[in-house]
């Protein structure tokens, strides 16, 4: 029996042979019983045969039964999800929701709402929304309470696969949360992709200069990378800074950067608890706090968990490329204290040279404590997430001390 990589050779090396042979296998056995060089073959060693069923014009098609799935393989998505509620019922509304695809296409959803009546009054309900290839519609995970049955009692990994299945793309990362009120009416939002940063991160705005990002209001513009600038962004694009420049003040930095920036407008800030956040330090002496689950986009254009860089990882910088020096988890210890705390005015900051310990003073200097020194009583750092997102550029310039390393709210599931 021939095997895949024999009939390839054959092909290519005497088609008229190939297809003498073929039209012999098809008449060997009378006409409609002859067997196939395409069917009845062996898979090689390096070549194996692909079931048309996962084929769509001879390529193959994700969203067919014939591809092996472990999971989704999910494009990214911009937007939220608003709601009214009473002590009986949620309306979830929604504007503007677009899904950004590998292929560099978009898919705008249409706006749209849905109320759910009969619910109990001052109960949080937890909801999944996802978008329907095949219907070309948003739709919800059903089987909770309420009519239509999509109000969720419970996070259940059960409604986060189904909200996830093949031929579906999930519009919020896991459930977004809503809650009735016991009394008068109440809202809020949720759902959409966002960036997890911690508080006290600074940001570079167009409208008050460095700030805290916590600080930030929806409407005010952060600075980020132009949409045809050389210096960061997308895969392909070039960079026209020497790489490895050290931080600058924030005055410099925005003078420096304006030929190829522009600025982003916020379109949703929520700020929320969080224990656990990823310090990455990079090589311009810089640090970015993140959850662990943020995404960051390497040099390369390939995307990664915080939790899952490496030392030496290259990462895109306002003035060139970072690869990353140290790497930390800082959470509360045992005794409930954080790890990684800010010390009195001044706040610990790691040196790139191993062993050398620095501190930051409020000028934002480096100097060394003489030996036997008494450090500064620490002081505890907020333990809260900023999750932001932004149009129509979805990258911005974040760091501790100055707004120097390409940060975005894309999401991924991988």
Same mark, same amino acid.
């Not at 409609?32 to 073959?41: A, C, E, F, R, T």
């Not at 640090?287 to 960051?296: E, G, K």
């Not at 045992?334 to 003073?361: E, F, I, K, M, N």
């Not at 900023?386 to 991924?412: D, K």
């Given at each position: 029996?021939?095997?895949?990589?024999?009939?390839? @050779?054959?092909?290519?090396?005497? !088609?008229?042979?190939? #297809? %003498?042979?073929?039209? *012999? /296998?098809?008449?060997?056995? =009378?006409?409609?019983?002859?067997?196939?060089?395409?069917?009845?073959?062996?898979?090689?060693?390096?070549?194996?045969?692909?079931?048309?069923?996962?084929?769509?014009?001879?390529?193959?098609?994700?969203?067919?039964?014939?591809?092996?799935?472990?999971?989704?393989?999910?494009?990214?998505?911009?937007?939220?999800?608003?709601?009214?509620?009473?002590?009986?019922?949620?309306?979830?509304?929604?504007?503007?929701?677009?899904?950004?695809?590998?292929?560099?296409?978009?898919?705008?959803?249409?706006?749209?709402?849905?109320?759910?009546?009969?619910?109990?009054?001052? @109960?949080?309900?937890?909801?999944? !929304?996802?978008?329907? #290839? %095949?219907?070309?519609? *948003? /739709?919800?995970?059903?089987? =909770?309470?309420?009519?239509?049955?999509?109000?969720?009692?419970?996070?259940?990994?059960?409604?986060?696969?189904?909200?996830?299945?093949?031929?579906?793309?999930?519009?919020?990362?896991?459930?977004?949360?809503?809650?009735?009120?016991?009394?008068?009416?109440?809202?809020?939002?949720?759902?959409?992709?966002?960036?997890?940063?911690?508080?006290?991160?600074?940001?570079?705005?167009?409208?008050?200069?460095?700030?805290?990002?916590?600080?930030?209001?929806?409407?005010?513009?952060?600075?980020?990378?132009?949409?045809?600038?050389?210096?960061?962004?997308?895969?392909?694009?070039?960079?026209?800074?020497? !790489?490895?420049?050290?931080?600058?003040?924030?005055?410099?930095?925005?003078?420096?950067?304006?030929?190829?920036?522009?600025?982003?407008?916020?379109?949703?800030?929520?700020?929320?608890?969080?224990?656990?956040?990823?310090?990455?330090?990079?090589?311009?002496?810089?640090?970015?706090?993140?959850?662990?689950?943020?995404?960051?986009?390497?040099?390369?254009?390939?995307?990664?968990?915080?939790?899952?860089?490496?030392?030496?990882?290259?990462?895109?910088?306002?003035?060139?490329?970072?690869?990353?020096?140290?790497?930390?988890?800082?959470?509360?210890?045992?005794?409930?204290?954080?790890?990684?705390?800010?010390?009195?005015?001044?706040?610990?900051?790691?040196?790139?040279?191993?062993?050398?310990?620095?501190?930051?003073?409020?000028?934002?200097?480096?100097?060394?404590?003489?030996?036997?020194?008494?450090?500064?009583?620490?002081?505890?750092?907020?333990?809260?997430?900023?999750?932001?997102?932004?149009?129509?550029?979805?990258?911005?310039?974040?760091?501790?001390?100055?707004?120097?390393?390409?940060?975005?709210?894309?999401?991924?599931?991988?």
């Amino acid at each position: 029996m021939l095997n895949i990589q024999q009939i390839e @050779t054959l092909r290519k090396a005497n !088609p008229q042979l190939y #297809e %003498a042979l073929k039209r *012999l /296998a098809g008449a060997s056995l =009378g006409p409609n019983q002859g067997w196939s060089l395409d069917d009845q073959i062996t898979d090689g060693e390096n070549f194996a045969r692909v079931a048309a069923t996962a084929l769509t014009s001879n390529q193959i098609d994700p969203t067919k039964s014939g591809v092996l799935m472990r999971g989704s393989v999910p494009p990214t998505w911009s937007g939220a999800f608003t709601y009214i509620s009473t002590t009986s019922s949620l309306a979830w509304s929604w504007s503007g929701l677009a899904i950004y695809r590998a292929d560099g296409t978009t898919t705008p959803i249409p706006n749209g709402s849905v109320a759910v009546t009969g619910l109990a009054a001052a @109960t949080t309900y937890y909801f999944y !929304p996802y978008w329907d #290839e %095949a219907a070309g519609a *948003l /739709a919800w995970v059903p089987s =909770g309470a309420g009519s239509p049955s999509y109000a969720q009692s419970a996070k259940t990994n059960s409604a986060a696969q189904q909200q996830a299945l093949q031929g579906r793309i999930p519009l919020s990362q896991g459930a977004i949360a809503a809650a009735t009120t016991s009394s008068g009416t109440g809202g809020g939002s949720g759902g959409g992709s966002g960036s997890c940063l911690r508080a006290g991160t600074v940001v570079l705005t167009k409208e008050r200069g460095t700030v805290a990002i916590e600080t930030c209001k929806v409407g005010e513009h952060l600075r980020c990378p132009s949409a045809g600038g050389g210096r960061t962004g997308p895969p392909g694009r070039r960079m026209d800074r020497a !790489p490895e420049a050290p931080v600058r003040g924030a005055r410099e930095m925005g003078e420096l950067g304006e030929q190829n920036e522009g600025w982003t407008r916020i379109v949703r800030l929520e700020v929320r608890d969080a224990e656990t956040f990823i310090r990455l330090h990079f090589s311009n002496a810089e640090s970015l706090d993140v959850t662990p689950h943020h995404i960051f986009t390497l040099a390369d254009g390939s995307p990664m968990r915080a939790e899952r860089l490496c030392l030496s990882d290259i990462l895109v910088g306002r003035f060139g490329r970072l690869t990353l020096t140290k790497i930390e988890v800082i959470a509360p210890d045992a005794h409930g204290s954080p790890v990684g705390a800010r010390h009195g005015s001044a706040r610990l900051a790691t040196s790139v040279v191993p062993g050398a310990d620095a501190w930051r003073d409020a000028g934002n200097q480096l100097s060394t404590p003489a030996e036997g020194a008494l450090l500064p009583a620490p002081v505890e750092e907020p333990w809260q997430k900023v999750t932001i997102s932004c149009e129509p550029s979805h990258q911005f310039f974040a760091g501790r001390h100055a707004a120097s390393i390409l940060t975005h709210n894309y999401t991924f599931s991988s």
